[in-house]
DNA sequence: ATAAACCTTGACGTTGCGTCAAGGTCAAGG
DNA sequence: CCTTGACCTTGACGCAACGTCAAGGTTTAT
């Protein structure tokens, strides 16, 4: 049961000169060689090269692969683990680009349908669409059908003008939010000028307001990663300091 | 208000060696140099680097970011949307990774639990209801409950020895299905080695055995694509050849 | 004047191979 | 026996985006 270079590349669906690297850099070499220096593989390269393969498309690199196949008493659990970390982690990374490019996406969009009567309302339903994909489930039971329909009726509704308003408001809020971290606490004048703009904000789509509602969100902010990790994208800890704003301005609010 | 590299790259945040590689490649080029050939950047490739930077942090190719800033007339959105394909392609093949991590680690699991009594018992009845769940309602139908409890009914009566038994067959019937597959027919020796190991290993969870059931197990295998998927993970065509050893052995035992 | 800080170009290393290039080996066919 | 074609060898470059010396020139501060 010997196997050349090609053979052993057909059986396993890989290319010689993969082969050729793995030899080079000590992962797998042959069994032995020809006179004429043929590379011929038994039995127990095969094998290893099966375990090698296994490792790999889980995307490990192969100087750890090499760590794992070469003692058999390899914490192989702790080595998946942190494997599976580095998987997260990339992952995470990912997901902050996406958003980034989405968000990018999302403005150009917002710019070119601005000038476009037709994409613009397009544009709102897709918001509104998103909007209850993420949130809706959970906006129904907490707030009632009643409010979350009335809020998207009133993002519908909306026009050029308001939806700039609209929009114009939630970038000062993020504004103001983080210059309120940078300067003080909640309760200073920034702070409770964050809770203002937000509640001027929440006013373009809510239909009603009450402190209490308003409260409510806030903690939400926190409690939901959701949320936080949106806020948290412009500094670490903005949806707790922003829900913090709230109870602030709310609490002023009720005197 | 002129730059020197050093100054550029703390004013970005990013260092004098990418600022060097960027004027390499083309990409920023600074404004002039001086007599001695320093590099000198002025305002207009301050704002270049800027939006540069802008494009690498959504993880753009550079390549890529210099169609962009190069013209401004490029077709951004389309860029935007297909390196959002692309970020997206990515994170799917970390999603497959990570599932694939995370089994082999469940695997993993599976075997420490081994070592230990109590969670050995959990495991057994985790097992039986994994099995209930995929295949239960299907057995049931076909082999009736008696049979089904009482292959249940064995696996959780069975010691850590009767199942470290039972587990050391499995793979045996794996090792031995592979390497038979390599050297010759189902027919053929090994390929009846095979099937009994197989009919040994049924042993510790089937109460009777009789060989229309052996072989009626056999073609499930190949009709079913959750066992097929299941043994064409060591090799493409496996499970096939699982259900033509067990053939080929049950036409043996009948004579 | 001299040291510290800054600048230059050049070149190697990183990861996991793909892809020539130049040349040796082996089995089959004319 | 010679050729052809398939296979094998080692060696080396290329890829992306820089990090990291190295060797040497320039500017600035003391």
Redesign the pocket.
């Known amino acids: 049961m010997e196997y050349?270079?090609?053979?052993l590349a057909d059986l396993a669906g890989?290319?010689?000169?993969?082969l050729?690297?793995y030899d080079q850099i000590g992962l797998l070499k042959p069994a032995g060689?020809?006179?004429?220096?043929?590379?011929l593989y038994g039995a127990v390269e095969v094998d290893r090269l099966q375990q090698i393969l296994f490792y790999?498309e889980m995307g490990m690199?192969?100087?750890q692969i090499r760590e794992i196949v070469n003692s058999p008493d390899f914490d192989l659990k702790e080595a998946l683990l942190s494997h599976r970390d580095s998987l997260l982690r990339k992952r995470n990374r990912l997901d902050q680009l996406l958003e980034t490019v989405e968000r990018s996406l999302a403005g150009l969009e917002g710019r070119i349908k601005m000038s476009d009567k037709e994409k613009f309302e397009g544009f709102k339903k897709q918001l509104i669409a998103e909007n209850e994909e993420k949130y809706g489930q959970e906006a129904r039971e907490k707030y009632g059908d009643a409010a979350v329909d009335a809020s998207n009726a009133k993002l519908l509704g909306m026009s050029e003008e308001e939806w700039k308003r609209f929009s114009a408001l939630g970038e000062e809020v993020i504004r103001t939010l983080l210059e309120a971290m940078e300067q003080g606490s909640p309760e200073s004048e920034l702070g409770l000028k964050v809770g203002e703009l937000h509640r001027q904000w929440l006013g373009c789509t809510w239909s009603t307001y009450s402190p209490e509602a308003h409260v409510g969100l806030g903690e939400m902010y926190v409690a939901d990663e959701r949320f936080t990790a949106y806020y948290d994208q412009y500094r670490p800890g903005a949806a707790e300091f922003l829900r913090d704003c709230i109870k602030a301005y709310t609490a002023k609010l009720r005197g």
């Open positions: 050349t270079v090609k053979q890989v290319s010689t000169r993969t050729r690297y060689t020809t006179e004429a220096g043929y590379r790999r690199e192969l100087e």
